[in-house]
């Protein structure tokens, strides 16, 4: 099958360098050295421990790829308890493999290599009633100010309702508490805080409604890039040792479904692309608005409304 992963509308940064993409993808019924050995036959590389049963390929056609079983217990001092959680994690945590930035013309790569791993046996999201795995994107920023952070955030908060009715994600993952939907409120304030908001302003306002990192959308990597010492005080310092910072936008929200036929990586682009498209638009981001601004009251007791209408708006402008 080829694959067509379609550039993103601002497809540089504003120093006119290529945006680069790193990718995480969760999966179940591989161990961590086999899906190494797997990685490196399918991209070229050398597959080693790390650690325990941490792995990593090195030199691959993508750079390196960490491998490793998505838990606390991984990072935890070895002990019988850290054993045995280890041991028991692996019928519900899954296995996870992470990729270092990559071009656009490399995401056909990486899905080839996904391939790989399904022909193995890989299981996604839909394999099991527990199985609540998602694929990760970390999409580069365009430029290091809040007016330009902040517009694909205001696009995704405004299509969000939309995209989760339209393209629904696996059950699993819409009751387990890690990509919860944008409160309203926050919507809100993200609209009203114009086109020109402070570093400040921004961070505080994000970080009111949605101080952790279990969201379709974390922007809480971005603000430890850019912004450290306004998200220390917004949410703590304790809190912001454990977040990794870096420019890029961490969208949560897809699911990996890497055993299934008709999916692929670039499904689940498509999704961010959307986002994207929507952001570099103007009057859309401000119909959008101002129809949100209409259709919502002090409460919102369903958000199928605001979905049904935001898709008509999407699809007035060819987008849904």
């Not at 379609?6 to 161990?31: C, S």
């Not at 994600?169 to 944008?182: G, K």
Request: hydrophobic share 40%; glycine share 8%.
């Amino acid at each position: 099958m080829t694959l067509h992963f379609q550039e993103l509308p601002a497809p540089v940064t504003v120093d006119g360098a290529e945006r680069h993409i790193g990718v995480e993808v969760e999966f179940a019924d591989l161990n961590e050295e086999q899906a190494a050995h797997i990685l490196s036959e399918t991209l070229g590389g050398t597959a080693e421990r790390v650690k325990d049963n941490d792995w990593k390929v090195t030199g691959s056609s993508l750079g390196d790829i960490q491998v490793y079983l998505d838990t606390v217990y991984r990072t935890a001092d070895k002990s019988v308890l850290r054993d045995l959680g280890l041991k028991l994690g692996r019928e519900v945590i899954p296995v996870e493999l992470v990729t270092d930035p990559l071009s656009l013309g490399q995401l056909g790569e990486l899905n080839r290599a996904l391939g790989a791993l399904k022909e193995a046996g890989a299981k996604g999201s839909g394999d099991g009633w527990y199985y609540g795995f998602g694929v990760h994107l970390n999409v580069e920023i365009v430029e290091e100010t809040p007016a330009a952070v902040l517009k694909p955030l205001l696009a995704y908060a405004l299509i969000e309702d939309w995209m989760r009715e339209a393209r629904p994600i696996e059950a699993t993952r819409t009751v387990l508490p890690w990509t919860d939907a944008y409160p309203t409120a926050l919507v809100e304030e993200l609209i009203l805080l114009g086109t020109e908001p402070s570093d400040r302003a921004l961070v505080e306002t994000y970080t009111r409604h949605c101080p952790d990192r279990n969201r379709g959308l974390d922007m809480l990597p971005i603000f430890k890039a850019l912004w450290p010492d306004i998200l220390v005080d917004s949410i703590g310092a304790d809190k912001v040792d454990g977040i990794s910072g870096r420019p890029t936008y961490h969208f949560r929200l897809p699911d990996s479904r890497i055993d299934e036929e008709a999916w692929s990586l670039e499904t689940e682009w498509n999704r961010w692309l959307l986002v994207e498209q929507v952001a570099a638009k103007d009057d859309l981001l401000t119909e959008l608005s101002d129809a949100w601004l209409e259709k919502h009251g002090a409460i919102t007791l369903s958000r199928q409304p605001w979905a049904e209408r935001s898709g008509d708006i999407l699809s007035k402008h060819g987008l849904a």
